[in-house]
């Protein structure tokens, strides 16, 4: 795809779709920046080659509705200290109060247009909306990997009316997980973990295309620990989703590929953080047990094969690591993937808190900043967002 860097940028107002949908604590503070931080390379990239740099992103689900609980404002207050220069608030993305912001804007200066959601267009990908947020502009850069697989006003339909390119960071996370799905170093390992199978099927269908190891934790090895015959108690099972587990394991069986499931499970009593728990393999998980994590067997055993990767993806935590007691799994699998010297990626909310909590985030190669983004690119789908935009000549 064609980058900010393939075009002409100086004295022109450049849209710049960022995805700022951070969390934020009731009082309006911002308590994760990653997604802030990860959109400073385009956007200084931006001020340093003198464009007018015009920020729209949405936060939140306000459903096309006016709320101050969704305001970007905190993101404008929070970016000016980032960037160590004003960064001035629209209070609307389209209409007069984006139009007068844009008119003062001086070339590097930055603006920061309020949520795009507030409008219902934006999701219903208005053609007449999509028109007003482009006619502030003369250039239209994505970055906003996070919300690439959503077709809206902003991401998709902004391109039909000026020039798109991508930003840097959508280009990292496009070319880091394009690469090591289309041309990874060998062996390439992938670790899918979370609560259910049926959030991942496309993505463990895609990846048994690709990868020479499957390691499977979470939740979601419960209903292939059945599908293997074992009993799993209490745990969480998708039982209508057994047959398809089956499936998929003579599949890997008959492609060759290394599929890894849990032998050992920590299986606790209740969902709670102080339940009894104990280690137990998982052909003597009792009728009343739940399994939270996997065990130090399993943990062993993914480590070994994770040492061997020179590419590794990793989407989803192996148990309920936000409990203490059911943490170790997933701890163990982050400093696995952390020193196995391969190229490693984690994308997905989830591992990507884990891998902060253990705070090995550094020692990643990529870290996505998308969630259900990176779900859809790991399936193999093509995200409208990127789909839209200018390819290199
Ligand atoms: C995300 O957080 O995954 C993106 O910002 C997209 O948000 P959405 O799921 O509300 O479209």
Redesign the pocket.
Known sequence: KKSVKDVEVRGKRVLVRV?F?VPLNEQGQITNDKRIQASLPTILYLVREGARVILAS?L??PKGQVNPKYSLAPVAEHLSEQLAQAVPFAKDCIGDAAMEAVSTLQDGEVLLLENVRFHAEEEKNDPAFAKELAGLAELFVNDAF??AH?AHASTEGVTHYIPAVCGLLMQKEVDFMGNALERPERPFVAIIGGAKVSDKIGVIENLLEKVDALIIGGGMANTFLKAQGFNVGKSLLEEEKVELAKQLIEKAKAKGIELELPIDVVAALAFQADAPHRTVKVSEIGEDEMALDIGSASAEKFEARISTAKTVIWNGPMGVFEMEAFAKGTERVAQAVATCGGITIVGGGDSVAAVEKMKVADRMTHIST????SLEFLEGKVLPGVAALQDKE
């Open positions: 995805d949908n949405h939140g689900r996070g919300t959503r998308g969630g259900g983004a």
